[in-house]
């Protein structure tokens, strides 16, 4: 089956000069009582610092914008008015040679608040901070609640101390304290038609945990931290009364991940088999495969919502199922956050899996491309071929998913200590997410052993052992790490050993059927 790949439904990128009316429009919807951005101060904004400005986009709507430009500390740190700062909302005042990055504006679309528009546009600009390894981001967030819980608390100061102390909840100021930002001080008349706020504002300031003073000194400004923070789940089979049971089940890991700010979050293989065990009466094979692929549009749509809606990367373990072409296949899917979704076949079917299930080898082994670099998924048996990993190492991996199910210790061994020996013989990292537990009225689904983990190589900046995080044996839980991509740049050039680049491609080889 060829791979099954859809449009994103939802985009963050860098505004052009095209979506300018668009986001204009935006504006107006977002302040009713205020008069929209004109086209000259998006313009100014756009050419001031046009990498500095981003829109998001949902079904080919702009539904996001955010505004921003670089300011040197010494008027970051003083009072200000958003007018004097901004230039009028120009961006007049930015200033290249600047150490922070100044937020002008945010527009969410209010019909679409669910889809995580603000934290998208967020996470856009402390990556741009980061690129830039400027000291932090900065901007003067309002007070919204301020106003009418004036008389209880009388200054703006003392009303900001009891919404930092979560003793009351603002609209605004709330949901910046739980990204991650942090209030500074007051600042005075700072946008006197917010009514609301009574004119007020606070500044809002995080701070780059990777800016280092002595790049200012160097030729080159700039650093790429290019770390992707790793959700792996290992999920108990349940017995289900109804579909939507299982989907509870996975979105509770899912929330879990996003609220970790994961950037992926990893399930097993086959765990759709749960869907089966609401099902009257136990199915034999060629009528589980029939129910499973009945369940196969519902899946997908659900857990496409849920990267969207979560704002992260979801690897949806595998789904056996009949394909379009009418093969048995154990698919694993991709469900991106910028709502694509990407299909990979087991290439490997094990014999338990082609008897009991007739299902066959998929052909195309590719990398899938994120937002955070590409990356390969190989489906359990698939990982005991070292020749898997390495064609998707050459395309540009440095993360490889491998959703798994064992019944037996001595299986599940054999998972393990094939990826870890795909993570050294690759210099990449490998994640694995395994099912505990049993089913007694699904077949095949008799006893699970897992214990999942993430494998880095091993060699100095890695984990001692060649294990960032891992699970505790057979109970349901989740194992979180950071995996920094440029220390494998480093391994691989400057490593101890460097077995990627140390093949004798002179003496050996593997020639894919496709000519790769």
């Known amino acids: 089956m060829a791979e099954k790949r859809s449009t994103p439904k939802i985009e963050?990128?860098?505004?052009?000069?095209?979506?300018?009316s668009a986001i204009i429009a935006l504006s107006a919807k977002v302040f009713k009582d205020e008069a929209p951005y004109t086209r000259g101060m998006i313009m100014g904004?756009?050419?001031?610092?046009?990498?500095?400005?981003?829109?998001?986009?949902?079904?080919?709507?702009i539904v996001g914008y955010a505004a921003t430009m670089i300011l040197p500390e010494g008027k970051v740190m003083k009072q200000h008015s958003w007018a004097e700062v901004t230039g009028g909302g120009y961006a007049a005042m930015h200033d290249r040679k600047g150490d922070w990055l100044y937020g002008i504006e945010v527009c969410v679309d209010p019909d679409r608040r669910r889809l995580r528009i603000g934290?998208?546009?967020?996470?856009?600009?402390?990556?741009?901070?980061?690129?830039?390894?400027?000291?932090?981001?900065?901007?003067?967030?309002?007070?919204?609640?301020?106003?009418?819980?004036?008389?209880?608390?009388?200054?703006?100061?003392?009303?900001?101390?009891?919404?930092?102390?979560?003793?009351?909840?603002?609209?605004?100021a709330s949901f910046h304290l739980k990204s991650g930002f942090e209030p500074e001080f007051?600042?005075?008349?700072?946008?006197?038609?917010?009514?609301?706020?009574?004119?007020?504002?606070?500044?809002?300031?995080?701070?780059?945990?990777?800016?280092?003073?002595?790049?200012?000194?160097?030729?080159?400004?700039?650093?790429n931290p290019d770390i992707v923070r790793i959700v792996t789940v290992q999920m108990e089979?349940?017995?289900?009364?109804?579909?939507?049971?299982?989907?509870?089940?996975?979105?509770?890991?899912?929330?879990?991940?996003?609220?970790?700010?994961?950037?992926?979050?990893?399930?097993?293989?086959?765990?759709?088999?749960m869907l089966l065990s609401c099902e009257p009466e136990e199915l034999k094979p060629e009528a589980a495969i029939a129910r499973l692929t009945e369940h196969t549009p519902d899946f997908v749509e659900r857990m496409t919502a849920m990267a969207i809606r979560r704002n992260i990367n979801i690897i949806g373990g595998s789904h056996a199922t009949r394909t379009e072409d009418g093969e048995i296949q154990n698919v694993g899917y991709a469900f991106l956050r910028d709502g694509s979704v990407h299909a990979r076949e087991k290439i490997h079917p094990t014999p338990n899996e082609r008897q009991y299930w007739h299902i066959q080898g998929g052909d195309p082994i590719d990398v899938i491309e994120t937002d955070c670099g590409p990356v390969g998924i190989m489906i359990c048996y698939d990982s005991e071929f070292p020749e898997i990993a390495r064609r998707l190492c050459d395309q540009g991996a440095r993360i490889l998913?491998?959703?798994?199910?064992?019944?037996?210790?001595?299986?599940?061994?054999?998972?393990?200590?094939?990826?870890?020996?795909?993570?050294?013989?690759?210099?990449?990292?490998?994640?694995?997410?395994?099912?505990?537990?049993n089913l007694a009225n699904v077949d095949n689904l008799d006893i699970e052993y897992a214990q999942s983990g993430i494998f880095?190589?091993?060699?100095?900046?890695?984990?001692?052992?060649?294990?960032?995080?891992?699970?505790?044996?057979?109970?349901e839980m989740v194992a979180v790490a950071d995996l920094n991509l440029t220390t494998l740049a480093w391994a691989r050039y400057e490593?101890?050993?460097?077995?990627?680049?140390?093949?004798?491609?002179?003496?050996?080889?593997?020639?894919?059927?496709?000519g790769g």
């Open 495 to 514: 490593g101890s050993v460097r077995n990627f680049r140390d093949r004798r491609l002179d003496l050996y080889r593997t020639r894919w059927s496709d």
């Open 401 to 437: 998913f491998v959703p798994f199910n064992t019944d037996t210790r001595h299986g599940y061994l054999r998972v393990r200590y094939c990826c870890q020996a795909r993570a050294i013989e690759n210099q990449c990292y490998v994640v694995t997410s395994g099912m505990t537990g």
């Open 12 to 20: 963050v990128r860098t505004a052009t000069t095209k979506d300018v």
């Open 456 to 475: 880095t190589p091993c060699d100095f900046p890695f984990a001692r052992d060649g294990i960032a995080a891992e699970t505790s044996e057979n109970v």
């Open 186 to 223: 007051l600042l005075k008349n700072y946008y006197p038609l917010d009514t609301a706020s009574g004119g007020n504002g606070v500044l809002m300031v995080w701070r780059n945990p990777y800016y280092d003073p002595a790049h200012a000194k160097q030729p080159v400004n700039r650093s």
């Open 45 to 61: 904004q756009l050419s001031a610092f046009p990498e500095g400005q981003f829109v998001v986009v949902y079904e080919d709507e």
């Open 237 to 273: 089979a349940r017995k289900i009364a109804a579909p939507q049971e299982f989907y509870d089940a996975v979105e509770y890991f899912v929330e879990v991940a996003s609220e970790y700010d994961g950037d992926f979050v990893v399930f097993p293989e086959l765990f759709t088999l």
């Open 119 to 172: 934290k998208r546009l967020y996470d856009a600009r402390r990556r741009l901070c980061q690129d830039m390894d400027l000291k932090g981001i900065a901007f003067g967030g309002r007070l919204p609640g301020y106003k009418r819980n004036m008389k209880k608390y009388g200054t703006p100061e003392a009303y900001l101390e009891a919404v930092r102390k979560n003793e009351l909840t603002d609209p605004v």
